[in-house]
């Protein structure tokens, strides 16, 4: 079956009308694993021993398994404990714990090579722990991790698309439903895949405007 720019071009505005179910998503989960992930690091440098050990339990299950089994345990697996959510709702869970996990990995390497010296000056200032963190740590931790980060958004927009075996409604699974109808699935699925690479570049590019605007600040 031969390629049709002209099926190809009449799909692309359903997709992209449907990316906005993903870009919504994906706003909300990096939000979401931004601060779980900042908090599960804190949480990490009160040394508690029994909650390291969970964390670290939690960390081996999230990077040990493929995210779509996390998602399908959200969705078919919480209803069996009372808890019955709706599959965006199921999917936004799973997929910010996972890029939580990550994004206190993230966070733990760019402590291991955080300068001490900073942090005795401040306490010797007697600045109570709160305004160490806030003032002095993460303000220079999220400059050092900020590629990192901009990389895990990109996944998460891509994650997304794992939602549409859970039957939201997003950019995959319109385009299975198109492919469907039209018996177009070259086309189809060119476009899902031109949506998201659109979307990951407007995010990349984002992050590199972020990247030298603090580049410029620290001139």
């Keep these: 079956m031969a390629f049709e720019f002209s099926s190809f071009a009449a799909i692309l505005p359903g997709l992209f009308a449907a990316a906005l179910v993903n870009a919504r998503l994906a706003a909300i989960i990096i939000l979401i ?3 779980g992930g900042t908090a599960l690091t804190l949480l990490r440098t009160l040394k508690i021993v029994w909650l390291n050990r969970a964390i670290g339990v939690l960390i081996s299950f ?19 404990i009372g808890l019955d959510l709706s599959p965006e709702a199921a999917g936004v869970l799973a997929i910010s714990l996972n890029s939580s996990i990550f994004i206190t ?26 305004a160490i963190w806030q003032t002095v740590i993460l303000p220079q931790l999220f400059r050092r991790i900020l590629p990192v980060l901009v990389n895990e958004m990109t996944i998460v927009v891509k994650g997304t698309a794992l939602l549409s075996v859970i039957t939201v409604v997003d950019v995959l699974r319109t385009a299975q439903q198109i492919a469907s109808a039209t018996y177009r699935p070259f086309e189809t699925l ?5 949506v998201f690479l659109a979307m990951n570049l407007v995010v990349s590019l984002g992050g590199l405007a972020a990247e030298a605007r603090l580049a410029a600040r620290r001139i």
């Excluded at 993230?106 to 007697?126: H, K, N, V, Y």
């Excluded at 060119?190 to 031109?194: D, Q, S, V």
């Design 33 to 35: 694993a931004i601060v």
């Design 62 to 80: 999230i990077r040990g398994t493929p995210l779509l089994i996390q998602i399908f345990l959200c969705y078919y697996v919480l209803p069996a």
């Design 105 to 130: 990995e993230m966070m733990r390497g760019g402590l291991e090579s955080f300068d001490p010296g900073q942090i005795e000056a401040a306490t010797a200032l007697s600045l109570p722990r709160r």
């Design 190 to 194: 060119a476009g899902a895949a031109l």
